[in-house]
């Protein structure tokens, strides 16, 4: 397998001479198998547009791509009207992604950003062939050899990671996430203090994240959600959905991960600063079997 980054931010796109270097489009990754010319795509962010053109230009026929949504949080598809394959009509496309807790569905939420309301082109006006796949956690197997596996994240939208697995390896996204957390207080002294409620919620928390370390354990590469440092999380971004670096470096060394791509930057991360946390993570003393430590990169390509 190969995975290239085309859209590596978290939030909103941050273009500008801030971040030259490591990109500010939002959320895109483009993965190929090895033998085949099947086009699978990883979110829909701000990213999508640039792999769009390049698909136009080394494509001469018809295109035919999957893409697999993380999630429907603006960040992750709002470069879908801008992927000129759908105005094409020897495109067929596949979109997947997960059911939400809202009535609507996941054609409507993809589809409404395409009306006139937003955008000078309706939906269904289209030439593209598209089609809608609604998933829930569970796996998925495909003629060529192809099985994907999904696995619900701690967010605040129902968000899915997944788990590719092709030809005896493995990659795995975990974004949008952050760790599992007691919501119930153990301060004895709290009003709303139980010991029963807060040990059952102990033990929800434990279950919760060992099932996300057995869905990440011993993949060959791990695009792990990294948009805060630690002390930024625990300074007011705990509850917001995303994770600290650190916990993404910690998750990769506990599922027995051989790399680790931090990924999902906040917008106002500057090249400088994720240059300087990229060179203390990697020059950082790690346990035997840890795994490389990468900072995600717009146009990083690496082979799985």
């Known amino acids: 397998m190969q995975v290239r980054f085309w859209g590596v931010r978290g939030s909103v796109a941050s273009p500008g001479r801030d971040t030259v270097v490591y990109g500010g489009n939002t959320a895109c990754l483009e993965l190929?198998?090895?033998?085949?010319?099947?086009?699978?795509?990883?979110?829909?962010?701000?990213?999508?547009?640039?792999?769009?053109?390049?698909?136009?230009?080394?494509?001469?026929?018809?295109?035919?791509?999957?893409?697999?949504?993380?999630?429907?949080?603006?960040?992750?598809?709002?470069?879908?009207?801008?992927?000129?394959?759908?105005?094409?009509?020897?495109?067929?496309?596949?979109?997947?992604?997960?059911?939400?807790?809202?009535?609507?569905?996941?054609?409507?939420?993809?589809?409404?950003?395409?009306?006139?309301?937003?955008?000078?082109?309706?939906?269904?006006?289209?030439?593209?062939?598209?089609?809608?796949?609604?998933?829930?956690?569970?796996?998925?197997?495909?003629?060529?050899?192809?099985?994907?596996?999904?696995?619900?994240?701690?967010?605040?939208?129902?968000?899915?990671?997944?788990?590719?697995?092709?030809?005896?390896?493995?990659?795995?996204?975990?974004?949008?996430?952050?760790p599992f957390q007691n919501v119930f207080s153990d301060d004895p002294d709290s009003p709303g203090y139980d010991p029963v409620v807060c040990e059952e919620g102990a033990q929800a928390v434990a279950d919760a994240n060992a099932a996300l370390l057995g869905f990440f354990d011993g993949a060959d590469l791990l695009i792990h959600d990294a948009q805060y440092t630690l002390s930024e999380y625990a300074g007011g971004k705990s509850g917001w959905g995303h994770s600290p670096m650190e916990h993404a470096i910690a998750t990769a060394q506990a599922a027995g991960v051989k790399k680790v791509v931090l990924f999902h930057h906040d917008p106002d991360r500057r090249d400088d600063e994720l240059q300087a946390l990229e060179d203390r993570f990697r020059a950082a003393r790690q346990p035997h079997g840890a795994p490389e430590i990468l900072v995600a990169r717009e146009g990083m390509l690496l082979k799985v």
Not at 120 to 133: D, M, N, Q, T
Request: with cysteine; hydrophobic share 35%; aromatic share 12%.
């Open 32 to 178: 190929r198998l090895n033998g085949s010319d099947r086009v699978i795509i990883i979110d829909a962010g701000s990213g999508i547009r640039g792999l769009g053109a390049h698909l136009i230009s080394s494509r001469s026929g018809q295109i035919e791509a999957e893409i697999f949504l993380t999630h429907t949080h603006w960040d992750h598809i709002m470069g879908f009207p801008f992927f000129d394959p759908i105005y094409r009509p020897n495109t067929r496309l596949k979109v997947y992604g997960p059911i939400t807790y809202e009535d609507d569905t996941l054609d409507r939420i993809v589809g409404d950003q395409l009306s006139y309301r937003y955008f000078p082109v309706r939906h269904s006006e289209l030439s593209a062939a598209i089609s809608y796949h609604q998933l829930r956690e569970g796996e998925m197997r495909f003629s060529d050899g192809l099985r994907i596996k999904t696995k619900y994240l701690n967010h605040s939208l129902l968000c899915l990671g997944y788990r590719f697995e092709f030809d005896g390896k493995v990659l795995c996204t975990g974004y949008d996430t952050e």
